[in-house]
């Protein structure tokens, strides 16, 4: 990696800023003043130090974020705001992403990261991880909604929706469900129990793998990851 990337990478300004403090003589490699930006070191063995401080270096970052409604799942949006606006800047600078998505009026589990290759493991078809929402529903819920799922409901547009697990929390005029589903198609809840002639008035996700919301967590709100949960997503990419 070249070192002007490194430091830019970690706040440290443009590279032509990066470039004054080598002038200035106020960075160094293993122990010695540098002069050129461009130079290409090790990041994880070479010690790099600026102002007498040492430059601890992260290849990716994992972050939980507990989604608000009204916010959407993209980098970036010139009309709403992203789950990205909710990050510190030293968390921007790594550019994450949301892995996957939440429709704009969902809340809940959230992963932002910049590990490309385990946001494709997660987002895969073929992995088939478990969603797991938390939903309210105008209409009443039955068990013949529970076998349409286990069967795999149509939707509007004909495509047949892969087996789902329908739990029924509490059922009324407003019905409270849990559902697992195993694909993230476009408003795929919600399309879901149109199928069924009902509607979502609210929805939550709140697992997804083995990946559990952190209840702690207030909308908005994010950490990083623990060390079990880090473990659980780089097995996905093993």
């Not at 070249?2 to 590279?15: I, V």
Request: proline share 3%; net charge neutral; hydrophobic share 35%.
């Amino acid at each position: 990696m070249r070192l002007d990337k490194l430091l830019a990478n970690k706040g440290y300004g443009s590279r032509k800023e990066v470039k004054n403090l080598l002038k200035k003589k106020r960075v160094s490699v293993n122990g010695e003043y540098v002069k050129n930006s461009s130079q290409h070191i090790q990041p994880e063995v070479d010690i790099v130090m600026v102002d007498k401080e040492k430059i601890n270096y992260q290849e990716f970052i994992y972050l939980m974020l507990h989604k608000p409604p009204g916010c959407i799942s993209a980098t970036e949006d010139k009309r709403h705001r992203t789950v990205l606006d909710l990050l510190k800047d030293e968390h921007r600078l790594f550019k994450p992403f949301p892995v996957g998505r939440l429709d704009k009026d969902t809340e809940g589990l959230l992963l932002i990261t910049n590990d490309g290759e385990l946001a494709h493991k997660l987002a895969s078809p073929k992995k088939e991880i478990d969603k797991v929402y938390y939903a309210r529903i105008e209409g009443i819920v039955t068990s013949e909604d529970i076998e349409s799922f286990q069967s795999g409901v149509t939707l509007e547009d004909g495509y047949q929706a892969k087996p789902a697990a329908l739990k029924i929390l509490h059922q009324g005029e407003i019905s409270e469900i849990e559902v697992t589903v195993t694909e993230g198609k476009y408003h795929q809840v919600k399309r879901m129990f149109e199928a069924v002639g009902k509607k979502v008035i609210y929805l939550k996700r709140k697992q997804m793998g083995e990946l559990r919301l952190d209840e702690r967590l207030s909308p908005g709100s994010y950490r990083e990851l623990t060390e079990e949960e880090l473990d659980y997503c780089l097995s996905l990419k093993s």
